[in-house]
Every structure is written in structure tokens, then in C-alpha cells.
């Protein structure tokens, strides 16, 4: 059981990066689906969330507009697709699956499994 994140690197202001994240040994679509991230000196936050209960997906409001998330399920991966990035934006990006709450919880020790993480920078 692995969830295996990458695509993260060193965009300019303003500009755009797609993070993907695939899972082998059970079936994303069976889990919450979510995207974290965590900067230095703070506390990993949670970013973006397709329900599995519902298909609905949830956002941060510092990225609303400007990140969209999406899965594909035959390839079993998730996607993050990262719009106008901001100087706040650099963080280790993180995906998660939550077998249990639907997006309904941002905790993360609500979320079972864990990629392993993909640095963002932005910078010019």
C-alpha cells in the first residue's frame, strides 16, 4: 500500500506546476482524497479534498481560483493542478487518503496513508 506524490520543482511567481500522486495496493476512489502541504516553521495544512462520500472537492480558501484537484481513476492517481502561485504558496505538497470521514476532517491523523511528499518553490 503506497502513495507515490511527485512533480513538484521551482516556478516563477505567477505561475503554474500539476502535482500528481498514484496509490498502489487499494483503489483511491474507495477513500477521501486530499492534498496537504506544510511550510517551514508551520503546521502542515490541508489544501484540497474529493469526497468520497459525495465526489464533491474542497478547498482552501487561500487557494480557491486558483488550484483545481482531480483523479483519474483508471490510472489511479491524483492531481493537483496549481494555478498563479504565490509567494505563499512554497511547501512541501503532501497527498493523503482518509478511509473514514469524507473530507469532513482536515486532522491529519485522520488520514491513513501518506505520500511522501513533493517540494514547491516559487520564486524568481
Known amino acids: 500500500v503506497q502513495l507515490q506524490a511527485s512533480g513538484g520543482g521551482l516556478v516563477q511567481p505567477g505561475g503554474s506546476l500539476k502535482l500528481s500522486c498514484t496509490a498502489s495496493?487499494?483503489?483511491?476512489?474507495?477513500?477521501?482524497n486530499a492534498w496537504f502541504r506544510q511550510a517551514p516553521g508551520k503546521e502542515r495544512e490541508s489544501v484540497s479534498c474529493?469526497?468520497?462520500?459525495?465526489?464533491?472537492?474542497y478547498y482552501a480558501d487561500s487557494v480557491k481560483g486558483r488550484f483545481s484537484m482531480s483523479r483519474d481513476n483508471a490510472k489511479n492517481t491524483m492531481y493537483l493542478q496549481m494555478s498563479n502561485l504565490k509567494p505563499e504558496d512554497p511547501a512541501v505538497y503532501y497527498c493523503?487518503?482518509?478511509?473514514?470521514?469524507?473530507?469532513?476532517?482536515?486532522?491529519?491523523?485522520?488520514?491513513?496513508?501518506w505520500g511522501q511528499g513533493t517540494l514547491v518553490t516559487v520564486s524568481s
Open positions: 495496493g487499494f483503489i483511491l476512489p474507495h477513500f477521501a
Open positions: 474529493i469526497s468520497n462520500k459525495d465526489g464533491r472537492t
Open positions: 493523503a487518503t482518509d478511509p473514514l470521514f469524507a473530507c469532513d476532517s482536515d486532522l491529519d491523523q485522520d488520514y491513513d496513508h
